[in-house]
């Protein structure tokens, strides 16, 4: 990937997307040994399943609508709103699952995390509150 020396708002409403899964898509803006950022656009109704990362950080900035970032520690649980313009950091060993709860529009945001050789993405259902999302593990 040939990677330009800065990237812009345009770069980022132009890179190429691919799927991850239904209704969720992602390009890498940015990718080295240390770390990669990422756009991701998420189709209402969908997200990504209850997850941890057991080395990594997760740090989301919005950039396009609304995504539910809902998570669970050992202090507590709760539900972070990422709007345009915000920011969210998710620490390892926090499980989180993302969700566009909205009928009508796609969410876009950024995600800044440790590079695929350094990335752990391990499944982990929440312990003492019910997801909200249908597509959640459940075991």
């Not at 800065?6 to 409403?13: M, R, S």
């Not at 240390?34 to 057991?54: E, K, N, W």
């Not at 507590?76 to 926090?94: E, I, Q, S, W, Y």
């Amino acid at each position: 990937m040939s990677q330009k020396p800065v990237i812009t708002v345009e770069d980022i409403t132009n890179v190429a997307l691919e799927e991850r899964r239904p209704g969720c898509e992602k390009g890498m803006l940015h990718e080295d040994a240390l770390v990669q950022t990422a756009v991701y656009r998420v189709q209402p109704g969908s997200g990504v399943p209850t997850h941890l990362h057991a080395r990594v950080y997760d740090l989301f900035i919005g950039v396009q609508g609304n995504l539910e970032i809902r998570y669970e520690d050992q202090h507590g649980n709760g539900v972070f709103v990422l709007k345009p313009g915000a920011f969210c950091r998710v620490p390892p060993g926090v499980r989180h699952e993302l969700s566009n709860p909205s009928k009508t529009d796609e969410t876009v945001f950024l995600l800044v995390q440790a590079s695929q050789e350094g990335f752990d993405y391990v499944p982990a259902p929440f312990r003492t509150i019910e997801p909200a999302l249908p597509f959640s593990p459940r075991t």
